[in-house]
Nanobody, 123 residues
Framework: QVQLVESGGGLVQAGGSLRLACAASGRTYSIYAMGWFRQGPGKEREFVAAINWTGGSTLYADSVKGRFTISRDNAKNTMYLQMNNLNAEDTAVYYC????????????????WGQGTQVTVSS
């Protein structure tokens, strides 16, 4: 089992920045990839970004390319999401996820999920 805990959410004005963190514990050696997803009010959960845990390759949703950066610190078993130039459409609960076998943009590829952290962007 892998446990995931997100942090770093909050209230920010449009155009501002936030950095989310996702700390993994448990069988972290089994992690192949991690990702960020979000669910806005009245919306379905959507992919944001993903990172391969060993090679470091990354994948982004078109809506966040050029504004968000995903990274990881293997020594700390922590993944980050740097979010810049935020807008109201980014308001959502952000979830981190981990997979022992898959890497991609669909939620079904991920076996472990955090509880989520709220990001609210005021316009």
């Amino acid at each position: 089992q892998v446990q995931l805990v997100e942090s770093g959410g909050g209230l920010v004005q449009a155009g501002g920045s936030l950095r989310l963190a996702c700390a993994a514990s448990g069988r972290t050696y089994s992690i192949y990839a991690m990702g960020w997803f979000r669910q806005g009010p009245g919306k379905e959960r959507e992919f944001v970004a993903a990172i391969n845990w060993t090679g470091g390759s990354t994948l982004y949703a078109d809506s966040v390319k050029g504004r968000f950066t995903i990274s990881r610190d293997n020594a700390k078993n922590t993944m980050y999401l740097q979010m810049n130039n935020l807008n109201a459409e980014d308001t959502a609960v952000y979830y981190c996820a981990a997979s022992p076998t898959n890497y991609g943009s669909t939620p079904e590829r991920y076996d472990y999920w955090g509880q989520g952290t709220q990001v609210t962007v005021s316009s």
